[in-house]
RNA sequence: CGCGAGAUAGAGCAGCGGUAGCUCGUCGGGCUCAUAACCCGAAGGUCACAGGUUCGAUCCCUGUUCUCGCUACCA
């Protein structure tokens, strides 16, 4: 089908804390670059989100901090929003669940259903707070697992066994907010019949969307599919949501799963009085960008909600991501282990594209990722730096000094095979992005970007005009060789620009003050065409793109990692200490010690493999200043070990002394010599080492425990 | 437990029946216009493991192991 509308719609955050950039490699850096595609097409696109603002957690905190779930919610939604205007996230509109619209909305689309008596009622009992006047959900119910014994689980799962667990099988459960004594109360619930609808969904998603959708979108629908639905309680006790609008439902709101998406709806209806264009023609290309953990809301809930109410259009796909992981370790926010955007954009200001650009290269399209600083430096400066931004920097540089800062002319005569090899890549490019970016395939399109600026590098490479250039002052009709290449790449840059505005848009804007052209340029028709810029148009200095991420920037952020995952894991957590009062805290750390590295167990410690030694050979290592090749008598053997201490042993002094070694270290090899092993040393507060060995002479080979 | 997704060079990913590819890193060389950059070349993989189907399997089938998810309002 020809689709004359599109609606994107990315994950609604949830209000209670700010976003991680597990959030925007997940949904919101994907969204943003199809829906900045689409419109340099000139298509019909809506972006729009929101904060999601309702449900539990979000009055579990508000009732901790003593403050209400409105200042809760105020508060993250400004982080929030914040952050993703400054990394250039372009919703059409940012809204919120907690506004009058949403809320309208919502009760009209649950009173139709009511209306057409789609929902089944349903009585049960549950758990009751009664010091704090509310119903537990299971996860605030705390008891003795009937399995393990352990006395802190959950009333849905036992963290300490695995055990799913129901609440009723607790001992002693008590609640997690207060220390009332728990109280059974009877409520009522509307159900929506998930089960009634299996047989469309089925139908829907297994015929229709098998080869269309991600593999792991489909395969989990059918897996609950296959497995049955059933009914799902839509409503819940609560006096924070959207209440539910019919008589005798006080202290009752929508269930956060069934109002939140229906926030994609009333977030439209306040951008535009158009909203129903886009939500009830078969015309419009309905997609959701979301995380795995969505998966079950959007391709089976919502759809059915839709469904069921009637009039709208239905996704046509849900590119939904894995999760990215940080440094090796699962995000937490309880634990604090995250990559915060406000703080990167604090630590790294105006490099929202290096953070873009990382984020999509190692996007968890399809398998989990894991994001390191390292990774984020590699990429940054081997990639970013090296190969675009330098591309764009020699071609102006090379401009002005061999084209008197103007664009050169082309000079069809002297044009040869690279030259419109050069000119077919740039639309080969264009098309290969369109393909990826159509398919949702964000990573493989931003790799077509910086490859059409290394085979621009190698074009440049070949050609060589700096050295062509020595040879015009015997014979100038050899300008012409360098006026065809740099036009050329003066003209593929400003392709560059266009391509790589979805994914770099605040580098594209850059790129267009430094060609002095107007951002009309950008628009996706133009890619191809090496007729941009104008010749003999003057064209600006330039300026770099891109810095390099330096070593000491990496290290500190990866040692702000680990503090503040320490901060968060100190048992200073008590009811009566807020958030607030305890982030000052972060600086009284002693700063001449290194924090100290996570908990580990017995277990991983057994795993080293130390050994006593004795260093029977010492030599420098030609071209390092710091390395020693080290020949170690480990008793069974001899071996080869590098060590970073040249700065502070001469080779002549240490052979003969015992050191302790890590025998079983994976072997890395370093300058062309491969170390099997590392030598133990302690290191002074100015910097001095120390070998830690034993104090006697001891057997070579010994193991050290 | 069951179900789903994943497991391919040091890292990140393609390939999905016919001699294993790309980017980065590593090593060697070249060049110098450019952010010590760029270019050329090389090394590096028993394609998680074990069976099976096939003339032939990384690719299909079966089983196993590991990771993540499906449960909790963390994308």
């Not at 905190?61 to 403050?67: C, L, Q, V």
């Not at 996230?89 to 008596?117: C, P, V």
């Not at 593929?492 to 391509?499: P, Y």
């Not at 503090?563 to 009284?588: I, R, W």
Request: aromatic share 10%; with cysteine.
């Amino acid at each position: 089908m020809e689709f004359k509308r599109h609606l994107v719609t990315a994950a609604l955050p949830y209000a209670n804390g700010p976003v991680h950039i597990g959030h925007l490699a997940g949904c919101y850096l994907p969204a943003d670059i199809y829906v900045r595609y689409l419109r340099a097409q000139k298509r019909d696109v809506k972006f729009v989100c929101g904060s999601d603002e309702h449900g539990v957690p979000i009055t579990i905190r508000a009732m901790k901090e003593g403050i209400t779930p409105q200042d809760v919610v105020d508060k993250y939604n400004a982080i929030i929003r914040d952050s993703f205007a400054d990394m250039g996230i372009s919703f059409d509109i940012y809204s919120r669940t907690s506004n009058k619209t949403h809320h309208e909305t919502a009760q009209a689309f649950f009173r139709k259903l009511y209306d057409n008596g789609v929902f089944e009622e349903r009585e049960s009992e549950q758990y009751y707070d009664a010091e704090k006047n509310t119903f537990l959900a299971d996860r605030y119910i705390i008891g003795t697992c009937p399995v393990c014994s352990n006395e802190n689980a959950y009333g849905d799962q036992c963290e300490k066994c695995g055990s799913t667990l129901s609440p009723e099988q607790l001992i002693n459960p008590r609640s997690a907010l207060s220390s009332a004594p728990l109280v059974k109360k009877k409520t009522k619930h509307w159900y929506f019949p998930l089960d009634k609808y299996e047989p469309w969904l089925k139908e829907w998603i297994s015929e229709g969307k098998k080869d269309q959708w991600k593999p792991n979108v489909y395969g989990q629908c059918k897996s609950w599919l296959d497995s049955g639905l059933q009914p799902r309680a839509m409503t819940r006790d609560s006096n924070w949501g959207v209440p539910v609008p019919i008589e005798g439902a006080d202290g009752k709101v929508l269930y956060v799963w069934f109002d939140a998406p229906i926030g994609y709806i009333s977030a439209t209806k306040e951008l535009t009085t158009q909203w129903a264009d886009y939500w009830c023609q078969e015309d419009t290309k309905l997609v959701h960008f979301i995380g795995k953990d969505n998966i079950v809301f959007h391709c089976i809930i919502f759809p059915s909600m839709l469904k069921a109410h009637g009039g709208f259009v239905l996704p046509d796909n849900v590119p939904a991501n894995e999760f990215l992981n940080i440094e090796g370790q699962k995000v937490s926010t309880s634990r604090n282990w995250a990559v915060w955007v406000d703080e990167y954009l604090k630590d790294f200001p105006g490099q929202q594209d290096v953070l873009r650009y990382v984020l999509c290269a190692n996007a968890p399209e399809s398998k989990d990722n894991d994001f390191t600083w390292k990774d984020f430096q590699d990429r940054t400066n081997n990639e970013l730096v090296s190969v675009f931004g330098n591309f764009v920097n020699r071609a102006f540089v090379l401009m002005h000094k061999l084209c008197g800062g103007r664009v050169p002319a082309l000079h069809t005569d002297v044009m040869d095979d690279a030259d419109r090899a050069l000119i077919a890549e740039i639309s080969n490019t264009k098309n290969s992005i369109e393909q990826c970016l159509e398919n949702y395939r964000f990573r493989d399109g931003l790799f077509e970007v910086i490859d059409l600026a290394r085979k621009a590098n190698k074009y440049m490479q070949d050609k060589e005009p700096w050295i062509v250039a020595k040879a015009v002052a015997a014979e100038p009709e050899k300008q012409k060789l360098i006026d065809n290449c740099l036009h050329l790449c003066l003209q593929l840059t400003a392709n560059l620009a266009i391509l790589a505005n979805p994914f770099l848009p605040h580098t594209a804007q850059k790129m267009c003050y430094m060609m002095k052209v107007v951002d009309r340029m950008l628009e996706w028709e133009n890619a191809g065409r090496t007729d941009l810029l104008k010749v003999s148009y003057p064209l600006r200095a330039p300026e770099l793109l891109f810095r390099k991420v330096e070593d000491a920037e990496v290290a500190a952020q990866v040692e702000k990692l680990h503090n503040n995952l320490k901060k968060a894991t100190t048992p200073v957590m008590d009811n009566n200490t807020t958030p607030q009062q305890e982030a000052p805290a972060t600086e009284a750390e002693n700063p001449q010690y290194q924090p100290q590295k996570p908990e580990i167990t017995i277990d991983d410690f057994m795993k080293i493999d130390l050994r006593v030694a004795t260093i029977v050979k010492a030599q420098k290592v030609e071209k390092a200043d710091k390395l020693l090749q080290l020949e170690l008598d480990l008793g069974y053997e001899t071996r080869t070990v590098l060590s970073g201490i040249a700065m502070h042993f001469k080779p002549e002094d240490i052979v003969g002394k015992q050191v302790t070694v890590v025998a079983n270290l994976a072997p890395r090899k370093m300058r062309g010599i491969e170390s099997k092993g590392m030598i133990l040393m302690a290191q002074n507060a100015d910097g001095g080492l120390v070998f830690a060995a034993p104090v006697v002479p001891a057997d070579n080979g010994g193991e050290v425990r």
